[in-house]
Structures are given as C-alpha cells and as structure tokens.
C-alpha cells in the first residue's frame, strides 16, 4: 500500500495519456535510493492493469554484458545486431499500449540503453511510455557514456519527492500499526528526510511501546550505521578522526543526511564511493 504520491501518480498518468493519444515518451524517475523510485513504479504499473508492463532492471555485475537488459524485456537471447536494429526488431513485438519499465537503468548496459533511446525515436505515434529509473545522484563507477544517455532524457522526469509528516504518520500506521503523535512524525519526518526506506527499518527495529514515550532523538537504522561503519574501515585513520570530530559518522548521528567525508591522499586513500552515503 503506497502512502501519498498522488502528484508523481498524476504526472506519470498525464504521460501514459500522452502515450496513449499518439506521443511516445520516454521520462527518467528520479530520487534519492529509498525514496520509493521502484514501488512507485510498481504501483502505477499495477493500477493500469489493461497495459502491458514490460519490466526490467540494470544490475552493476551485468552492466557490462552487451543486450543485458534488453534480454530481459524481449525474453529472447541477445539480439547480435546494432542498436537501431535492435530497436526496431524490439518495436515489431509491440502490441497496444504498453509500459516498458527499466529499474536502476543507471547500471543498464550501453548497447540496451542506446537501443532503447533510438526506439523511442522511431516509435512515431506508437502508445509506448518508457521509464527509466535512476537515483538523482549517480553512483561512482557509472560510465561516461551512461550518464550522457540519461542526461540526454531529462526533459521528461518525475522527481520522486520526500514523504510529508503526514504521510510518515500513515505509513506508520499502515505498516507497523504505529499510531504516531504529530510530534513524533514531524520529528521522524526531519531526521529520516522524508524516505519510506529509513522509515520502514526504524519502525522495524524500534519496539512498538517505545514511539510513544520517545524523547528527542532517533538512532540511525542499523543498515545505515553498518554501512557507516564499513565506509569508514576504507577510510585513512586521518579521515576517521577527522569525520568523527565532525561527529557526522557516530551510528546513533541524529540526522540521516548524506554523510559526506573529506578525501584523505594518505596510501588508505578512501574510495570516493564511499564519500556519500544514504540510505
Ligand atoms: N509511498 C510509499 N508508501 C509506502 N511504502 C513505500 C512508499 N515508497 C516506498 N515504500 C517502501 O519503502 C522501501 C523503499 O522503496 P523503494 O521503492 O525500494 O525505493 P527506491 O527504489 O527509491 O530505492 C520499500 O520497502 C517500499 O515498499
Ligand atoms: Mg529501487
């Protein structure tokens, strides 16, 4: 069950009627990691059950093998053809009105992205929306040509925003049959900056007589404070002191902002995809 949403529903119902009256769009979604990118993808999916969906993911161990995604949305080995010739052998299966959805396409491989980008093009008034869902920041390691595929789709996107206190108070009712006071939403609101993900995993971890005798500050979920941890083992021993004088690492940090941490040039050098972390 989706909590809020209904402006992302709405704009992503504008561009399936768009699609439908004869536009062949494709639009990124765009949000921070568990801001609700997927579900709201699969809900939207689900609600136009007279569609076809066809759903597919980038995954970073297959960004490098040629067709990988368009294999999954074909169901058929790898083409052994160029992009534009993939696109239309792609088109040629389409029937009706369809949703072709790519999940974390950011670890997409070129030869699909590219396909998929010269399909859109040549889709001339088919009902075809293509969604591309990618992080609003991307990670180190995506490759150049990546990102300008991406960029170059911008024009069309859906930023998938923070959760309103509100709607943190009903997802905590909802999913954890928490009944939250508006003082502890709104202060579970600013600590988790508004993503269901945090949310859901304090929720989970936090025993459900203490949300109401809560005092002034939530810890970190465990996933995040972990994930701290292992950022600051790749770190120099310079980078830790100095990232814990700033006290923005300690696993109990009141806030979940991005943790950012200064680039150390000592031989433990901390990788740069360790520089940002969210949950
Ligand atoms: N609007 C929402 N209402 C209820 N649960 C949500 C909502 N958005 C996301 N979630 C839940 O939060 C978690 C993270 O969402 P997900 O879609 O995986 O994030 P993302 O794809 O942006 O990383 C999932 O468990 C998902 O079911
Ligand atoms: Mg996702």
């Known amino acids: ?148 595929i991406l960029s170059s789709h911008r024009a069309d996107t859906v930023h998938v925003r923070a959760l309103t206190s509100g709607d943190v108070a009903q997802l905590a009712l909802l999913r954890a049959g928490v009944d939250l006071s508006p003082w502890t939403a709104q202060r579970l609101h600013e600590h988790t900056l508004g993503s269901p993900r945090p949310v859901l995993q304090l929720l989970d971890e936090i025993p459900r007589a203490q949300w109401h005798r809560w005092q002034a500050r939530f810890p970190a979920p465990a996933q995040h404070a972990a994930a701290v941890r292992r950022a600051l083992t790749a770190c120099s021993p310079e980078t830790r002191a100095s990232s814990k004088r700033r006290r923005s690492w300690a696993p109990d940090h009141r806030s979940l902002r991005p943790l950012r941490l200064p680039k150390s040039t000592t031989p433990h050098r901390c990788s740069t995809k360790h520089t940002r972390l969210v949950c």
């Open 1 to 148: 069950m989706l909590v809020g949403r209904e402006n992302e529903l709405s704009q992503l119902d504008r561009l399936l009627d768009g699609a439908r009256a004869g536009s062949p769009v494709l639009a990124l979604v765009e949000g921070p990691p568990g801001i609700g990118k997927s579900a709201l993808v699969r809900s939207f999916t689900s609600r136009h059950r007279d569609v076809h969906a066809q759903i597919a993911s980038g995954a970073p161990w297959e960004s490098n093998h040629p067709w990988a995604v368009l294999e999954q949305l074909t169901h058929a080995p790898a083409p052994e053809a160029d992009p534009i010739d993939a696109a239309h052998a792609y088109l040629d299966t389409i029937r009706g009105t369809t949703i072709i959805v790519v999940d974390d396409a950011h670890w997409s491989d070129i030869e699909s992205l590219q396909s998929l980008s010269s399909m859109i093009r040549r889709a001339h008034q088919r009902p075809i929306l293509m969604l591309w869902v990618i992080p609003d920041v991307l990670p180190d390691g995506i490759d150049d040509t990546t990102a300008r």
